[in-house]
């Protein structure tokens, strides 16, 4: 699910791995800073890895169906050095989390390529127009495809169990005083949906554009036996995890349920708020197919 930016000095991005009881933490802030984390949901114990400066884009990458491999599309500031290198400003990347390091990676320029999803645990699919990787880091043991279509993004979501029941429309009309001098309307918003394993409750996700053109998404969770929706307020990112808990992110702390038939009893079982950036370097099984 692509969520938005939140009034937060510190902000927390989760993807989870299908078949196994683990995620990814990108845990951005101070600004251009991202720290990977790697959460055992089976036990909420965490291994906290490399920081990168820079943007590493959560909504186009991709975590492993065991979460042993992690694909990311990752962009530096753009400088004259970093444009005429072999690796570019910007590049989509697999490595082993917690880690950063590059295992295999395709540079992307200034291209509107970039990002990909894993299909199964050894075959990915890349938004580019190629699945040429540098000569330096290429894939081993993984299946690659290659084509430019975003559209494909929506497939993880699938994967994932996201429906999505509602297609949004906007539009952008004519206004003083706002971004380019129109104000975005939203008609109706994107709807996103995710059952609960015991079919009981509902998470669901809704996308409006604000005037500003910001993204503005409200999240619920819905009892189905009475209708009741619960708004979650001020979070940046909800699932169900491996084991049917809800959790979600708030600020740099994480929260999940403490049992899962009552998801709305939730406790905060990590803080991630006061961590600073600091060189670390990768062992070396993070370095190796």
């Known amino acids: 699910m692509v969520e938005e930016d939140p009034p937060y000095s510190c902000q927390l991005a989760v993807i989870l791995a299908r078949d196994a009881p683990k995620g990814v ?16 949901t089976d036990s909420d114990t965490f291994e906290e890895g490399q920081w990168f400066r820079g943007r590493i884009y959560e909504h186009m990458s991709d975590l492993s169906p065991d979460g042993s491999l992690f694909l990311y599309l990752a962009r530096k500031a ?5 444009e005429q290198s072999e690796y570019t400003h910007k590049w989509t990347a697999i490595s082993k989390p917690p880690y950063f390091t590059a295992l295999a990676l395709w540079p992307v320029g200034e291209a509107w390529d970039g990002g990909g999803i894993f299909t199964d645990r050894r075959t990915i699919w890349l938004c580019h127009h190629s699945a040429r990787a540098h000569p330096r880091h290429r894939p081993r043991g993984l299946k690659v495809s290659a084509s430019f279509e975003p559209e494909a993004f929506r497939q993880r979501d699938r994967y994932n169990r996201w429906q ?3 297609e949004g429309r906007f539009y952008f ?5 706002f971004p380019l001098g129109a104000k975005g309307i939203t ?13 009981r409750y509902q998470l669901v996700i809704e996308s409006y554009r604000e005037p500003n053109f910001k993204t503005e998404f409200l999240r619920y969770v819905v009892d189905t036996s009475n ?16 084991q049917g808990r809800l959790v979600y992110s708030k600020g740099g702390q994480l929260f999940a349920s403490e049992t899962t038939e009552e998801p709305l009893n939730v406790r905060a079982i990590a803080d991630f708020y006061t961590n600073q950036p ?10 190796r197919w």
């Open 164 to 166: 999505l029941i509602q």
């Open 78 to 82: 753009k400088t004259l050095q970093r």
């Open 227 to 242: 209708d009741e929706r619960t708004l979650l307020e001020d979070i940046t990112w909800v699932d169900w995890d491996q």
């Open 187 to 199: 008609i109706k918003p994107y709807i996103w949906q995710k059952d609960h394993p015991d079919q």
């Open 173 to 177: 009309e004519k206004a003083a005083g």
């Open 278 to 287: 600091k060189r670390v370097l990768p062992p070396r099984w993070a370095t």
């Open 25 to 40: 933490i990108l845990r951005r802030g101070p600004t251009n800073w991202v720290q990977l984390i790697l959460w055992h």
